[in-house]
């Protein structure tokens, strides 16, 4: 089992920038891909950027890409979402997940989830 606690959310302009992090407990955070997901309101919960337990493979979202940069540091047991040219339609609740079973990097199961943090991107 592990618990995991975003912040980092917030409140920006159009064009502004934020970094989400996402701190894990326990000693087995290095083994498990990570995940951040997101769901705007009215909408399904989607993948915007995923990284495998090594960080050598990272998956993105069309839309998030050249934008966003998702990042991990095992010693710190924290993974990292950079988010920078925000837009109005990045605004949503956004969760780490954590995949325990190394699944392929890209995919929409996973087995842990963090509580969300809120992103509002302003026009």
């Known amino acids: 089992q592990v618990q995991l606690v975003e912040s980092g959310g917030g409140l920006v302009q159009a064009g502004g920038s934020l970094r989400l992090s996402c701190a894990a407990s326990?000693?087995?955070?290095?083994?498990?891909?990570m995940g951040w997901f997101r769901q705007a309101p009215g909408k399904e919960r989607e993948l915007a950027a995923a990284?495998?337990?090594?960080?050598?493979?990272?998956y993105y979202k069309d839309s998030v890409k050249g934008r966003f940069t998702i990042s991990r540091d095992n010693a710190k047991n924290t993974v990292y979402l950079q988010m920078n040219s925000l837009k109005p339609e990045d605004t949503a609740v956004y969760y780490c997940?954590?995949?325990?079973?190394?699944?392929?990097?890209?995919?929409?199961?996973?087995?842990?989830w963090g509580q969300g943090t809120q992103v509002t991107v302003s026009s």
């Open positions: 326990g000693r087995t955070f290095s083994r498990y891909n």
């Open positions: 997940a954590a995949d325990r079973l190394r699944r392929p990097v890209g995919g929409n199961e996973y087995d842990y």
């Open positions: 990284i495998s337990w090594g960080g050598g493979t990272t």
